[in-house]
């Protein structure tokens, strides 16, 4: 099932499970150590690539060394990245969130070996570099999708501005639990939230209610979106998907074009406030639409019941 209609929310180089990479230990080479990178935190980088052939081994720099919370394996983070494939002598830039309207990303989940060796212990506010070479990127395959051979180095530089762990909850004030002909909503510190179904039909329309009250910055259409939530069905209160579940925080750019979430989420999260839990009661034309969703038992006359805790909002990068 695609988890709240979403295809891509991470960086296409950056994530992904990869059988067959191997790990490796950070060290230099001779043509992996050249790269060298100008340019302050949070601004467009200015990369150079010797006009020769990249070494064999993985090459990691602090370029700069921030005082924020540590990146453990089993958190997520937010940040700014810049790819280049490596090719023989030559190089082309990839992908960039630098760019002009470019958004931060979320990284979690599986990152590629070499990546992960090179932001695992490293602080927010970082800049690092990595040069990862086939071995500890996509492996002998490549990635022909992305247009990468299985003979391609990988340059990264990543600026991390926030993490995130498994556990990452609203942290505002609380204003309700819900209840009434309204779902009511408990929970427990770290650990996901419990909703109960009341009697009786649901509302029409999309309702929109703030069970905790952050006092964060205020949720704008075309920010990255970090969340923790819960889905269920109010016909029967089958919880079809969890990020608590999986301890990965889910993020998005909200008000893409073409969404990358559904048009409740689009609708009913902007102008919320960072540090909040709120409860979206969804009709199916704001959710899965009359299809619905037979893999996760959303029927098309379902209405959905989410409870999401909205831990960032971050706009777009400065170049």
Same mark, same amino acid.
């Given at each position: 099932?695609?988890?709240?209609a +979403?295809?891509?929310?991470?960086?296409?180089?950056?994530?992904?499970?990869?059988?067959g990479?191997?790990?490796g230990?950070?060290?230099n080479?001779s043509?992996?150590?050249?790269v060298? +990178?100008?340019? $302050?935190?949070g601004?467009?980088?200015a990369v150079t690539?010797?006009?020769?052939?990249?070494?064999s081994?993985?090459t990691?720099k602090?370029?700069?060394?921030g005082?924020g919370?540590a990146?453990?394996?089993t958190?997520?983070?937010?940040?700014?990245?810049?790819?280049y494939?490596w090719?023989? $002598?030559?190089h082309k830039?990839?992908?960039? #969130?630098?760019?002009?309207g470019?958004k931060?990303?979320?990284?979690s989940?599986t990152?590629?070996?070499?990546?992960?060796?090179?932001l695992?212990?490293?602080k927010? =506010?970082s800049?690092?570099?990595?040069?990862?070479?086939?071995?500890?990127?996509f492996?002998?395959?490549?990635?022909?999708q992305?247009g990468?051979k299985?003979?391609?180095?990988?340059?990264?530089?990543?600026?991390?501005?926030?993490d995130?762990a498994?556990t990452?909850?609203?942290?505002g004030?609380?204003?309700?639990?819900?209840?009434?002909?309204?779902?009511? +909503? $408990?929970?427990?510190?770290?650990?996901?939230?419990t909703?109960?179904?009341?009697?009786g039909?649901?509302?029409?329309?999309?309702?929109?209610?703030?069970?905790i009250?952050?006092?964060?910055?205020?949720?704008?259409?075309?920010? #990255?979106?970090?969340?923790?939530?819960?889905?269920a069905?109010?016909?029967?209160?089958?919880?079809?998907?969890s990020?608590?579940?999986?301890?990965?925080?889910?993020?998005f750019?909200?008000?893409?074009?073409?969404?990358?979430?559904?048009l /409740?989420?689009?609708?009913? @999260? +902007?102008?919320? #406030?960072?540090?909040?839990r709120?409860?979206?009661?969804?009709?199916?034309?704001?959710?899965y639409?009359?299809t619905?969703?037979?893999?996760?038992h959303?029927k =098309?006359?379902?209405? @959905?019941?989410?409870v999401?805790?909205i @831990? /960032?909002?971050?706009?777009?990068?400065?170049?």
């Amino acid at each position: 099932m695609r988890r709240i209609a +979403v295809l891509t929310a991470l960086p296409l180089l950056a994530v992904g499970v990869l059988a067959g990479c191997g790990g490796g230990s950070s060290s230099n080479s001779s043509g992996a150590s050249a790269v060298t +990178v100008s340019g $302050t935190f949070g601004k467009a980088p200015a990369v150079t690539i010797p006009a020769a052939k990249a070494g064999s081994k993985l090459t990691i720099k602090t370029l700069v060394h921030g005082t924020g919370q540590a990146f453990a394996k089993t958190d997520a983070f937010v940040g700014n990245y810049a790819i280049y494939k490596w090719s023989g $002598t030559s190089h082309k830039l990839l992908q960039s #969130t630098f760019k002009a309207g470019g958004k931060p990303t979320l990284f979690s989940g599986t990152l590629l070996p070499g990546l992960e060796t090179a932001l695992v212990g490293q602080k927010m =506010g970082s800049r690092v570099l990595a040069v990862i070479p086939p071995k500890q990127g996509f492996g002998t395959s490549g990635d022909a999708q992305a247009g990468i051979k299985g003979t391609d180095t990988l340059v990264f530089v990543v600026d991390m501005i926030k993490d995130f762990a498994g556990t990452a909850a609203a942290a505002g004030r609380q204003v309700s639990h819900g209840g009434g002909s309204l779902p009511t +909503v $408990t929970a427990v510190a770290g650990s996901a939230p419990t909703i109960k179904m009341p009697k009786g039909n649901p509302p029409k329309n999309l309702s929109t209610q703030t069970l905790i009250k952050g006092a964060g910055p205020v949720v704008a259409e075309g920010d #990255t979106v970090v969340v923790q939530y819960v889905g269920a069905i109010w016909r029967n209160g089958y919880q079809f998907d969890s990020s608590w579940k999986r301890s990965q925080p889910f993020g998005f750019t909200i008000g893409a074009s073409p969404s990358q979430v559904i048009l /409740g989420w689009d609708k009913g @999260l +902007v102008n919320q #406030t960072v540090g909040s839990r709120v409860m979206l009661i969804i009709p199916p034309a704001d959710g899965y639409g009359k299809t619905g969703s037979p893999q996760a038992h959303i029927k =098309g006359t379902d209405t @959905l019941v989410f409870v999401l805790d909205i @831990l /960032g909002a971050f706009g777009a990068a400065q170049g």
